[in-house]
């Protein structure tokens, strides 16, 4: 089956601590992406990325890195330098905009990080 | 005016009701816009693309008012399993990979 994975589901982490969120997907996609979203609130990106090894921050990069050395994958980390990490993580994988709009985003199922 | 804006709601209405929900956007060079439907806790998923002439999947119809800057959805013959959180995507940064997504209009269809 064709899609994007998100490892753990569920992830505790303790205050000072940097932890990793995974995303692979096999559906060939170029561009992946890194949504944050909070009870009650639309997603805000965190990170994006194109294609294999560039990326770009979004709206809300700060306290988070990301890589992207392989097409099929691109880890979200935390950092201890995220004050408020606790949140519902989505990835998500598009095919490259090919100049004539923008490809919907697919998404995986989500990580939930709370904070111990 | 904001990226993308939606009425939160919620919409509750009874099954078999026509529903139907508005999103205005704030960039008139935007050229691509969607619906995704997110469910309690879950992720989002795309329930249509919008295309400029309108377009309809079984009891889904999305329409776009470039001039007036919204997109809509329309839902005809309610169902229970309707009930969910509808995201408004628009690529206000024309140009680049970034989709912005509404807040959504949380809908709820009751027996």
């Known amino acids: 089956d064709g899609g994007i994975t998100q490892s753990p589901k569920y992830l505790f982490r303790k205050e000072g601590q940097n932890v990793t969120l995974s995303c692979e997907q096999n559906?060939?996609?170029?561009?992946m992406y890194w949504y944050r979203q909070d009870p009650g609130q639309g997603l805000r990106l965190i990170y994006y990325?194109?294609?294999?090894?560039?990326?770009q921050k979004g709206d809300i990069a700060e306290g988070y890195s990301v890589s992207r050395e392989k097409k099929e994958s691109f880890p979200l980390t935390v950092t201890s330098a995220q004050k408020n990490p606790t949140a519902f993580y989505l990835c998500?994988?598009?095919?490259?905009?090919?100049?004539?709009?923008?490809?919907?985003?697919?998404f995986g199922d989500g990580t939930r990080l709370s904070i111990l | 005016r904001k990226e993308v804006e939606q009425d939160p709601g919620p919409f509750n209405v009874p099954e078999g009701a026509t529903v139907a929900f508005n999103c205005t956007y704030s960039?008139?060079?935007?050229?691509?816009f969607f619906w995704y439907r997110q469910d309690c806790r879950k992720e989002p998923k795309l329930l249509m693309s919008?295309?400029?002439s309108g377009n309809e999947d079984g009891r889904f119809t999305a329409q776009l008012n470039r001039a007036s800057q919204y997109i809509s959805l329309l839902i005809r013959d309610s169902k229970l399993s309707d009930s969910a959180t509808y995201l408004c995507?628009?690529?206000?940064?024309?140009?680049?990979?970034?989709?912005?997504f509404g807040k959504g209009t949380k809908l709820s269809v009751i027996p």
């Open positions: 998500a994988s598009s095919l490259n905009d090919r100049g004539v709009g923008n490809q919907p985003q697919h």
């Open positions: 559906l060939n996609h170029d561009a």
């Open positions: 990325s194109q294609i294999v090894n560039d990326f």
């Open positions: 960039n008139s060079a935007s050229q691509s």
């Open positions: 919008v295309y400029s």
């Open positions: 995507v628009v690529n206000i940064r024309a140009g680049s990979y970034q989709l912005t």
